[in-house]
């Protein structure tokens, strides 16, 4: 472990903290933008007897990245 690295403090965690909540909020504030819950509304409804896999083009490309 290095010494010469800085201590986390309390006061960087609350300054980061404090930029988190400011930048969540600008966002929320934000005319245009869509909220999280509003995009999992546009998502069609799960199958109720299971199933719902289906072969898009993200996945395709997973098992093309994904092959050893």
Request: glycine share 10%; charged share 20%.
């Given at each position: 472990?290095?010494?010469?690295?800085?201590?986390?403090?309390?006061?960087?965690?609350?300054?980061g903290?404090?930029?988190?909540?400011?930048?969540?909020?600008?966002?929320?504030?934000?005319p245009?933008?869509?909220?999280?819950?509003?995009?999992?509304?546009?998502?069609?409804?799960a199958?109720?007897?299971?199933?719902?896999?289906?072969?898009?083009?993200?996945?395709?490309?997973?098992?093309?990245?994904?092959?050893?």
């Open positions: 472990m290095q010494d010469n690295q800085p201590k986390p403090s309390r006061r960087g965690f609350f300054f903290a404090a930029a988190t909540g400011a930048a969540a909020a600008v966002i929320v504030a934000l245009g933008v869509a909220a999280p819950g509003a995009v999992l509304q546009e998502l069609k409804p199958p109720e007897k299971g199933g719902g896999y289906s072969l898009s083009d993200h996945v395709k490309h997973y098992y093309k990245t994904a092959r050893v």
